[in-house]
Structure formats: structure tokens, C-alpha cells
């Protein structure tokens, strides 16, 4: 067992990088777990005010600066060093395209990090063409998610702030990466509280078995039945032979928007409840199943030291509702909330163990799953607390996709900084799910979810009837 590396106490990885660990060890890409994204702004940066504001925040974030190593029987275990050693280049796209920038972009994202005794993230200023400044962002998934990737994002907007602007003050610290980690490990190691989350979800999952639905209806289903020689199978395999992928990007406008938000806030409920009610009733309309289950994150971001102390924190569980037709469309609204919240309670469960447990109880062919996608809204945005302050600055950002996904299907819903509409990002196995399918899922989507804020009191199956 290790103790320390390079002079640095090591600690065992949490159930969220092993999980990461989990898929990168099966992904022939191991760029699978980069996330590359870019902020740039609508200002003349200093540049090297910027450099030294991007030390800065790595010098106050011990997430920022974690390195990974790996013991003689191959357990892996994480340590904080304290400085970060790397060069922070300038690179000034201002004489090319867009279109070339961002491929630069893209090619930089593709590029897997070294895992073992190596620094897990890495910056470069750019000006791009359309003369906006700002910075470039690899980080690997086991040191950051994309709450954190926001915070971190912020903390240099801010420090570069404080030292341009007379009137914006300095940021206030980052919590412990390290004393996050360590009650993230007591939790591990067999507390009350693990107990407790265990006998939830082996209820849960005992209860009954969940049923897989297709994109497109039910033929990946009636495929794999034939396949097996089992009819009354209820699981299928919903990724391709190859893990190569693309990111679609669909825009939904800064008004109808709002109409989403104010709709959830009026009735006490979260966008991530409406995206959930939307999605499943879509799989319900195409499947005919009142039975739909799909992956839904939970950032496990709730206090203010979660929130600020950087790392991956994210947990994917299966969201299953069973809501017949007759449900009105807002009941069925409370209902998720109600089943996310007592998730919520639980959600420190290791996902690994939950979806080992299920394959004990339900022996599926192996490669076969209930969860046709995964779902992740991130309702973070820069412009929250701090930067508003800097006036009406335009920003941009944009997430730049790794090449690979072990996932036949993953949305993650975010709001631009530009006009705080919501951007649909579909990240996805081209071999698995096309852009066609994809732009019709997107269109029910939308219009389930704008039927049912217009009539909340219509039952689901009415709803359907409209859309």
C-alpha cells in the first residue's frame, strides 16, 4: 500500500474518479475523459496579467493541482502537489477562421493525458478571429466536472478583475479539495450513512425490473429478444462497436427559455425535473411504455464547501418513473421532484456498486442495459454572483468534444452566457445514434415540455395527443 509519493501524502480514489477509471480502463480512446472547453471575452485581455491570474488560481485550488500514481498491484491513489509547473502559452488565431480555430481546438481536446505522476489539466490564452480574448481549457474528468470547470473558470475571471478594476474586489478563498476528500473516504469505509444508501437502492432495485427504451421505439429491444431467444427480455444493448463520436449542439432562444424557468420556479420545481419529465414522456410516446428509466447526474454540490472545492463530484444514477397516461402532466411533475429529491438523499452511494448489484439481480446478456441516455443539466453560469458586476461584457464559451464515448447517448443541458438560453449538448457514438435522430428528439422534446407549462392540469396522454 502506498503511503506517500514524492513526499506527498496519497489518498484512495473516490467512487466518482473510479468510476471514470471504470470506463477509461474499457475505452480503447483514453481521451475519453478529457473536457475541453474555451471562455473568451469581448475585451482587449492583458495577457500577462491573465498568466499570472491562471497561477494564481491554481495556486488556490488543491483540486487544480492533483497528479495521480499508481501502486505495484495496480491500485491507484491521488496526491496534491504544490505547485503547478507549466508554461501557459499564447496562441493568436486573429489571422485564421473560426471554423480553423475551433478544429485547432478540437484537435488539442483529442489528446489524452499522461495518468501517472503528471500535471491533469492545461491552459492557453488565445485571441480568436472574431477578436474576443480569453483562455482554453483541457482538464482531465478525474480532477474536474463541469461545475467545477465553471468555478475555476471564474476564479481567474475574477482575480484578472480585481487587479484590472478599481471597484471589483478580490475573490473570496476556495474550500479544501483534501477535506472534502477525506469525508468523501470515511463515507467509504463503512459509515452509518453507507449502510443506509446501500439498503435503499437494493430495495429499489429488487422492486422490479426496469424496461429498455429505444431512441427511435422498440426494434433495438424486439432485436436483442430475437438475438437471446428470450421474448420476455427487458434490457438491451444500446452502444455501437465503436466509440468514436461527435457532439451536436442544438439552441433553444433566450424567451422561450425564461418561459421554462419561470414555469419551474412558479411551481417550486427544478429545470432538471421539466428536462426529465420531457425526455421520458418522448420514450413514452415512442415505446408505448408507462415504464421508462434513463441516467440522470447529480452534481452532489449542495453546500458551499461542495460547491467551491473543485474535483469530480458528479454520481449517475437511473431515474425510473412509471407514469400512466392518465397522470396529469403536473402531478407527474411533483412525482419526479418528490423520487429526485429522496435521491438526492442518497446519492453518495457508490454508482459502480448500484449497477453491480442490479446485473446480480437481473442476469442480463452481457453489454445490455435499461437506460437508453444519460442527462446532465449544469445550472451554473458564469455571470452568476461576481462577474455581473463587470457590466454588460459579452461572453463566450464553448465545450470542444474528446473524439470517444462509452455511452451510446449523453445530453448535458447548459445556459449560455450570451443571452442565458439553453444549449442542448448531445454528445454521442456516431455508429450509434445519428444527427436525424437526434433533431427528433430534440423537436418532441421541446414541444412536450412547452405543451405541458401551457396546460399542466391535461393528462400526459393528452399532451401527446397535442404534440
Known amino acids: 500500500m502506498m503511503r506517500k509519493r514524492k513526499g506527498y501524502p496519497v489518498y484512495p480514489l473516490t467512487a466518482a474518479q473510479k468510476f471514470h477509471f471504470f470506463y477509461l480502463d474499457a475505452c480503447p480512446n483514453k481521451a475519453v475523459v478529457n473536457i475541453g472547453t474555451s471562455l473568451t471575452i469581448e475585451v482587449d485581455l492583458e495577457f500577462d496579467l491573465l498568466r499570472k491570474s491562471i497561477l494564481k488560481a491554481y495556486e488556490r485550488s488543491e483540486a487544480m493541482r492533483l497528479q495521480f500514481a499508481k501502486d505495484k498491484d495496480g491500485a491507484w491513489y491521488q496526491y496534491v502537489v ?14 485564421q477562421t473560426m471554423e480553423e480555430a475551433e478544429q485547432t481546438m478540437r484537435k488539442w481536446t483529442s489528446v489524452p493525458f499522461e495518468h501517472e505522476d503528471s500535471p491533469m489539466s492545461r491552459m492557453v490564452m488565445i485571441r480568436m478571429p472574431d477578436g474576443f480574448c480569453g483562455v482554453y481549457l483541457l482538464a482531465d474528468h478525474l480532477i474536474m466536472d463541469a461545475q467545477s470547470m465553471i468555478c475555476f473558470l471564474k476564479d481567474i475571471i475574477e482575480l484578472y478583475s480585481s487587479e484590472m478594476y478599481d471597484e471589483i474586489p478580490y475573490p473570496k478563498e476556495m474550500s479544501s479539495y483534501l477535506e472534502q476528500l477525506q469525508k468523501d473516504l470515511a463515507y ?20 422490479s425490473e426496469p424496461i429498455y427504451n429505444g431512441i427511435d421505439g422498440t426494434a433495438k429491444l424486439e432485436m436483442e429478444r430475437d438475438r437471446q431467444k428470450n421474448p420476455k427480455l427487458r434490457a438491451a444493448v444500446n452502444v455501437s462497436d465503436s466509440v468514436e463520436s461527435d457532439l451536436d449542439i442544438f439552441h433553444l432562444e433566450g424567451e422561450p427559455t425564461k418561459r421554462l424557468m419561470d414555469f419551474c420556479s412558479a411551481n417550486h420545481i427544478s429545470l432538471t425535473c421539466l428536462l426529465l419529465m420531457g425526455l421520458r414522456t418522448y420514450f413514452q410516446k415512442l415505446n408505448g411504455n408507462d415504464d ?38 403536473i402531478d407527474a411533475l411533483f412525482e419526479i421532484r418528490d423520487k429526485q429529491n429522496e435521491l438526492f438523499r442518497h446519492a453518495n452511494y457508490n454508482p459502480v456498486a448500484y449497477f453491480a448489484y442490479r446485473s446480480s439481480v437481473y442476469k442480463n446478456p452481457r453489454g445490455c442495459t435499461y437506460e437508453p441516455m444519460s442527462l446532465t443539466y449544469q445550472p451554473m453560469t458564469l455571470k452568476e454572483k461576481g ?49 436525424k435522430q437526434l433533431e427528433y428528439l430534440y423537436y418532441y422534446l421541446c414541444k412536450i415540455m412547452f405543451k405541458g407549462i401551457e396546460n399542466p392540469n391535461l393528462s400526459v396522454g393528452d399532451i401527446l395527443k397535442l404534440v
Not at 504544490?82 to 489571422?95: H, T, W
Not at 467509504?188 to 422492486?207: C, H, R, W
Not at 470542444?400 to 443571452?419: C, F, I, K, S
Request: hydrophobic fraction near 35%; charge should be positive.
Open 188 to 207: 467509504e469505509a463503512g459509515s452509518k450513512a453507507k449502510e443506509k444508501d446501500e439498503a435503499f437502492f437494493k430495495n429499489l432495485i429488487e422492486s
Open 82 to 95: 504544490d505547485e503547478v509547473k507549466q508554461e501557459i502559452p499564447f496562441v493568436d488565431f486573429s489571422d
Open 292 to 329: 421508462v428509466s434513463i441516467n440522470s447526474a447529480i452534481a452532489r454540490r449542495a453546500t458551499l464547501k461542495e460547491k467551491k472545492c473543485g474535483g469530480t463530484r458528479i454520481h449517475s444514477f437511473p431515474f425510473r418513473t412509471v407514469i400512466p397516461k392518465e397522470t396529469k402532466f
Open 387 to 435: 462577474l455581473d458586476q463587470l457590466g454588460d461584457i459579452r461572453y463566450k464559451t464553448k465545450w470542444y468534444p474528446n473524439g470517444a464515448t462509452t455511452q451510446g447517448m449523453y445530453l448535458t443541458v447548459m445556459h449560455r452566457p450570451e443571452d442565458n438560453g439553453l444549449d442542448f449538448n448531445f454528445e454521442h457514438q456516431i455508429k450509434a445514434v445519428s444527427r
